[in-house]
């Protein structure tokens, strides 16, 4: 069983508002000395296919990423929990790039890889899309599981165990499929070892060249938005003068 | 010539404040309030192999060299210099048998400490030798193939807990009455009894022992190096781990200075943040200066050691003495900017101070760091 984890570098999510900056007529906004990471989803996701990999055996797990050469940073962070091999999908990203271009992408590294199972977070944490992963299985031409938690090895393929609203369903499947994973008490990602962290620095990143394809949706402006309060206490003796002063006022305002 | 760490450092700590996050930092406030050794963390340190960073690989160790370890250790230390001490600790205890050890003694003493299974401790000072090490009455007499050690250590870290004691004492002629310090590695048996020294000041939950050795018996083929050898492997050890102490220093600093820095931004009064008094950006930029000039300072002096400088000891003293008095005063004028606060125990930075201190006085107190210096400068003689 090929496993490939798909996984996406982004801006810290914890990022202090003050150290977020995009400058006038930027399409991304400044990465440089800001924290990067890897996409929290795509963390689950990577302890999903870790998890199975221990159960499977010779199952192996391939991290894969798009971007340019700085996007390696996460998967040597998949090399230090011990993922097989790493492999990036270079790319210049100089803007967003539409859910369905990047799911072409990873088509075809999966494609070239002889991916069975195809892994992704439900969500990206900067953009939050959350298109990926279901495109990436049309594009495959494969069934796509959403919400998935966790993976077992079950008597005639694979067992997923997927979220819903209250409580969860169980999924039987073969592969190929795709599955998009939410978190879960289950599948944080572990925390790496000493030697294995060093180790990861030293192994090699493969690369396989894939070209974008498909219509592009062009981001035509990007700005941070400026949140005006104000704040205005209305007059009154009881609340009857109080509803009636406001609903006077919301009239001015022709918010009603 | 390029001062940033290179990628895999970054990459290393990195992942050790992941391990912090999830690991101490939701038991730092109670470790301290506790005083008692956290084993749970003991454990995650040895399973992601923090402990195993002061050995060589052929020992299970991760490769044994001081950078790394000072990365790791300031990085815990800037949550919890309690739990910072468990691999310094391993190290202390450690060092005498990486450095003078045998074949034969390090595969038998050395693979069970890099796993984490056993701990060890360093057994120097005594309750009348402390910075005069050459002061030490502890004995050690042969006696067939064994040698009987008789004395007191006192203020051993991690004493009571450790399974293995570098342990240091003269060997007496039985006919000359001649004496020559020397080392033993030590496993805890018969002869010896362990007292807990407790209610120190700070570093809570690394405990503290008092080492009673009556006509010990000690096999002949644990002694490290040769009869006479003690001095020099004593400070060949601190040579090393005087870096660490300094890195613990540097964590403890920045620990205290994020918080000052965040308590500036958030904390209002006449009505602006605190930060905006020039009284306060002064002080968070001494704190800044003192903590990033000691940061380097150790980092070099590190990376001499791992080097094989011949000016390394010097680098480790300076790095030692200027990081452990950067921290102890970040910490205390991190507890003025809290003002009130700072002085509580509600916010960690009370501990940070009181765990600073023990930073000026433990591995050769800054004042026998600075004779190391001086007389580095002034030549022998002096």
Redesign the interface.
């Known amino acids: 069983m090929q496993i490939m984890v798909c996984l996406k570098q982004i801006l810290d999510p914890e990022l202090p508002p003050r150290d977020f900056r995009l400058e006038k007529g930027e399409m991304t906004p400044a990465a440089e000395g800001v924290p990067l990471v890897m996409s929290s989803f795509d963390q689950n996701a990577l302890e999903v296919g870790l998890q199975l990999r221990e159960k499977m055996a010779g199952a192996t797990v391939t991290a894969v990423t798009v971007g340019p050469e700085g996007a390696e940073d996460v998967l040597?962070k998949a090399l230090?929990v011990k993922a097989d091999r790493a492999v990036r999908v270079p790319l210049e990203q100089d803007s967003k790039l539409s859910g369905g271009i990047v799911a072409g992408l990873l088509a075809g590294a999966a494609r070239e890889l002889g991916a069975d199972l195809v892994l992704c977070g439900r969500q990206a944490g900067d953009w939050d899309g959350g298109q990926v992963g279901l495109i990436l299985a049309e594009e495959l031409g494969w069934p796509g599981a959403n919400l998935v938690t966790g993976i077992e090895p079950g008597s005639g393929g694979l067992v997923l165990k997927c979220e819903l609203d209250e409580g969860y369903e169980v999924l039987e499947g073969n592969a190929p499929l795709v599955a998009v994973v939410t978190n879960h008490e289950t599948n944080v990602l572990r925390?790496?070892?000493?030697?294995d962290?060093?180790a990861?620095?030293?192994k090699k990143v493969e690369q396989i060249n894939v070209a974008p394809q498909g219509g592009r949706l062009e981001l035509a402006s990007l700005e941070i938005p400026v949140k005006e309060v104000n704040c205005e206490i209305i007059p009154g003796e009881d609340g009857v003068e109080k509803a009636d002063n406001l609903f006077k006022r919301l009239l001015e305002l022709k918010v009603l | 010539m390029n001062f940033e760490l290179d990628?895999?450092l970054l990459?290393?700590k990195e992942?050790v404040r992941?391990?912090v996050q999830?690991k101490v930092a939701p038991r730092a406030a109670e470790i301290d309030e506790q005083d008692e050794f956290p084993w749970d963390i003991k454990e995650a340190l040895a399973?992601?192999?923090?402990l195993?960073?002061p050995f060589p690989e052929e020992y299970g160790g991760?490769?044994g060299k001081v950078l790394?370890m000072a990365i790791?250790i300031e990085e815990i230390a800037k949550v919890s210099a309690s739990v910072a001490m468990i691999p310094s600790g391993q190290c202390l205890g450690s060092v005498a048998i990486i450095l003078a050890g045998t074949e034969e003694q390090k595969q038998r003493f050395l693979p069970g400490l890099a796993s984490g299974e056993k701990m060890c401790a360093y057994g120097l000072t005594e309750p009348n030798a402390g910075s005069d090490v050459g002061g030490m009455q502890s004995t050690a007499v042969l006696d067939g193939d064994e040698y009987i050690i008789n004395g007191t250590k006192r203020f051993i870290t991690f004493g009571n807990i450790a399974d293995i004691l570098t342990v240091f004492a003269k060997v007496v002629d039985k006919n000359t009455g001649e004496k020559k310090l020397s080392c033993f590695a030590v496993e805890k048996g018969e002869g010896l009894v362990v007292r807990n020294l407790e209610h120190k000041l700070g570093v809570k939950g690394t405990p503290t022992a008092e080492l009673f050795f009556d006509n010990m018996r000690v096999p002949k083929e644990n002694l490290l190096g040769a009869e006479g050898d003690g001095f020099k492997i004593a400070m060949q050890v601190l040579d090393k781990t005087r870096s660490e102490v300094a890195a613990q220093a540097i964590g403890i600093a920045q620990g205290a200075l994020d918080y000052a820095v965040q308590y500036a931004r958030d904390r209002v009064q006449f009505g602006s943040p605190i930060g905006k008094f020039q009284a306060i950006q002064m002080k968070l930029a001494d704190m800044e200066m003192k903590t990033q000039a000691a940061r380097y300072l150790t980092y070099v002096a590190a990376d001499k050691y791992d080097r094989k400088a011949h000016d390394r000891g010097k680098y480790s003293a300076m790095a030692k003495a200027f990081a452990s008095d950067a921290a102890m005063y970040v910490t205390t004028e991190a507890i003025q900017i809290l003002g009130g606060y700072g002085y509580s125990k509600e916010y960690p930075v009370e501990r940070m101070f009181r765990d600073a201190k023990i930073q000026q006085i433990y591995e050769g107190t800054n004042e026998i760091q600075r004779i190391v210096i001086a007389r580095s400068l002034l030549g022998r003689g002096f």
């Open positions: 040597r230090a925390i790496a070892k000493v030697k962290t060093m990861a620095m030293r | 990628k895999e990459f290393l992942m992941d391990l999830e399973e992601h192999e923090i195993a960073m991760t490769g790394p790791a």
